[in-house]
């Protein structure tokens, strides 16, 4: 069974605070790893996407992935109250024809306090 | 309209009545997904569609239907559904399902059987 986990949370940070959401994955040979955002009773957004070893910069925004420990962060410097909302950590799935298939995790709910 | 867009937004259905989603994505792209998202419960992939073909149903029950008549278009038809099914339904798309690609989510239909 191939699974994504993440810390349900809720993770508290104040405003300007640096966020830390991090989510592990069970399958080994996985090659793309997204972050979506999801405000409450929206669809989710991809806020990063990352295939490489290492850390990629977008803004505030930093994915970090090592694919040693299976394990992806995202950073979120500066945060803000509307960063507010559940990030969804999604994992592609790699076997047969469904490689772009995708496992979510449960997601981290993540408060941003003014 | 642009992007990934979904009818109806809102659905309350009794048990024996059958009823249709509708997904129409304004992207050029050729797969295609529904899924299902529960309260805390991760997003669950339940068809994919790559250039009108399913590719995946992931053991989902017989009383949920799809269909892709094109590239553009996803339904979902509900017959018989259970109280259990009230859940928000997404439709994504991406290029072409491939393990690198994005999927671009809809804004869903939130449904409450009764």
């Known amino acids: 069974q191939k699974e994504v986990e993440q810390n349900s949370g809720p993770l508290s940070v104040p405003e300007g605070a640096i966020a830390s959401l991090n989510c592990t994955y069970s399958?080994?040979?996985?090659?793309?790893f997204f972050w979506y955002r999801q405000y409450s009773g929206k669809s989710p957004e991809l806020i990063m996407s990352?295939?490489?070893?290492g850390d990629k910069e977008d803004g505030r925004f930093t994915a970090q992935l090592n694919k040693a420990s299976q394990y992806v962060s995202l950073l979120i410097r500066d945060s803000q109250p509307s960063d507010s909302a559940t990030y969804l950590c999604a994992v592609n799935m790699n076997y047969g024809g469904s490689q772009g298939n995708l496992i979510f995790g449960k997601g981290t709910k993540l408060s941003v306090k003014p | 309209e642009t992007g990934v867009t979904q009818t109806p937004r809102h659905l309350v259905m009794g048990m024996t009545n059958k009823k249709s989603l509708k997904c129409e994505q304004h992207?050029?792209?050729?797969?295609m997904y529904w899924y299902k998202q529960s309260a805390k419960k991760p997003l669950e992939l339940m068809f994919v569609y790559n250039f009108k073909e399913q590719t995946e149903n992931n053991s989902v029950p017989s009383r949920f239907s799809p269909e892709c008549p094109n590239s553009s278009h996803l339904f979902l038809h509900l017959h018989t559904l259970q109280p259990e099914d009230s859940a928000l339904y997404l439709c994504a798309s991406s290029p072409r399902g491939g393990p690198m690609e994005t999927q671009y989510f809809g804004p869903g239909t939130r449904l409450l059987v009764l």
């Open positions: 399958d080994r040979v996985s090659q793309s």
């Open positions: 992207l050029g792209h050729n797969a």
């Open positions: 990352i295939y490489s070893n």
